[in-house]
């Protein structure tokens, strides 16, 4: 996430679009926020929205809200600074270009199963930018560090349970079910 708001380029201020309000998408949300953007989740899962809800986010359900109208209206028009698309989803590859301003970037996270398909004239017409963030580097580590050791982000907030090495399994199945979950931790210890 260091890596990724680095990379975007993202100021204080700007108005930032987070598609995929999972653990990833999560942890994005809150560095950007960190970096002083004003940050709207997108995420279709419920229990999601609502923890992003709790964290001080505004979150919607795309599902819900009419996404691009929300955008237009919180930025008068304009559209957002960044969207970060977390999801790896065709319903998120498809809003990304509506979402953004003239020459606002896109930043992609996900990694997708199928290659999307993508509203390359909007590109154009909007002079947007596309970034892909896969890796990182020795500064987003120590970014991350400090973060995670100052205490200034509620990680722990996203662990949904704790569960013993013998419980891998039903962590998996909680995660697939896609229900109440956003991060599962496993002691290797207990």
């Not at 949300?29 to 964290?55: D, F, Q, T, W």
């Not at 890796?135 to 580590?141: C, I, K, L, S």
């Not at 662990?159 to 998996?172: N, R, W």
Request: charged share 25%.
């Amino acid at each position: 996430a260091c890596h990724d708001v680095r990379l975007g380029e993202i100021q204080p201020g700007e108005e930032v679009v987070v598609i995929g309000g999972g653990p990833i998408g999560m942890v994005v949300a809150l560095v950007a926020r960190h970096a002083g953007a004003n940050v709207l989740i997108s995420e279709v899962n419920p229990y999601r929205v609502e923890l992003a809800k709790r964290m001080g986010f505004d979150a919607v359900n795309p599902r819900e809200t009419d996404l691009t109208a929300l955008v237009q209206e919180r930025t008068s028009g304009a559209g957002a600074d960044a969207v970060f698309e977390v999801s790896g989803s065709q319903a998120g590859a498809t809003v990304m270009t509506d979402l953004l301003r003239t020459r606002g970037r896109i930043i992609i996270v996900a990694i997708f199963a199928k290659k999307p398909e993508i509203d390359l004239f909007r590109f154009f017409w909007r002079e947007l930018r596309l970034l892909g963030a896969r890796v990182y580097e020795r500064e987003d580590f120590a970014q991350a560090i400090d973060l995670a050791a100052s205490g200034k982000l509620p990680l722990e907030d996203l662990v949904t349970a704790t569960l013993p090495l013998d419980g891998l399994q039903s962590a998996f199945d909680q995660m697939d079910a896609g229900g109440e979950c956003m991060k599962i931790l496993i002691d290797v210890n207990g």
